[in-house]
């Protein structure tokens, strides 16, 4: 299986599963509405797990431009593979949120709050602060790439049985970290699932508040960069 095809269907699972589990709860009418923050972070760690089985053997599970960007900084991936990782993120973050859509179609109709239904698309933070909210990213994202680093240090990419660790520090990270923004920690899983929530029709459509949505985007980003330096430093000590 190509490194593009491995990508896109990770991705697409995990955008399946995780923002699946996100309209379960806030939902109406749905089995698991108002079921919490445990359940949707528990939600998300087997979305992750799932994710990384299906892509690890293939293209090292990145499934996140911001763990691409730093494997590619420390010289673990080629910058010329950057763009297929990328591109087949974000393609199979919005086939899997079209997905999320088609499962719970009858539930999007159901639910009256245009701002309950973005988010099961994409974060909105708990309390709008821009230097706040970019801030929480860029720290819990370094968190993740940092630990992703040493875990998979001196192989070269992520393996199966490396599923259930990256799971499980997700799951840590959700419920530690995830309070202030929703824990996007992933450049794609807010983005490209945010263009599919401005184009798809739904029955009251809130704003898709493009003003935060670079947060998602670039906080990552930049604690991936940071992650990959103190990753660097250390390692060369």
């Not at 190509?2 to 599963?17: A, D, K, N, P, Q």
């Not at 001196?154 to 490396?162: I, V």
């Not at 840590?172 to 995830?178: A, E």
């Amino acid at each position: 299986m190509s490194l593009f095809i491995s990508e896109f269907l990770g991705t697409m699972v995990l955008i399946l599963l995780g923002n699946g589990v996100v309209s379960n709860v806030l939902l109406q009418e749905t089995k698991g509405h108002n079921s919490g923050w445990i359940v949707i972070t528990f939600g998300w760690a087997i979305a992750i797990f799932a994710g990384v089985i299906i892509s690890a053997p293939y293209s090292g599970a990145h499934l996140n431009p911001a763990v691409t960007l730093a494997f590619c900084l420390i010289g673990k991936s080629m910058w010329t593979d950057m763009p297929a990782y990328i591109t087949a993120q974000f393609s199979g973050a919005m086939a899997g949120q079209i997905l999320v859509w088609i499962t719970y179609r009858q539930h999007f109709k159901s639910t009256s709050d245009g701002y309950t239904i973005r988010s099961c698309f994409c974060n909105t933070p708990a309390i709008r602060s821009i230097a706040h909210n970019f801030a929480t990213e860029v720290i819990a994202t370094f968190a993740l790439v940092l630990i992703i680093l040493f875990m998979v240090a001196p192989a070269s990419s992520l393996g199966s049985l490396d599923a259930l660790p990256v799971a499980l520090v997700v799951l840590g990270i959700g419920l530690s970290l995830g309070g202030p923004t929703g824990y996007a920690i992933n450049p794609v899983r807010d983005l490209g699932p945010r263009i599919v929530y401005a184009l798809l029709p739904t029955s009251t459509k809130a704003p898709s508040d493009w003003s935060y949505g670079w947060i998602p985007v670039a906080g990552p980003m930049t604690g991936s960069v940071l992650a990959a330096i103190i990753y660097k430093v250390i390692h060369h000590m």
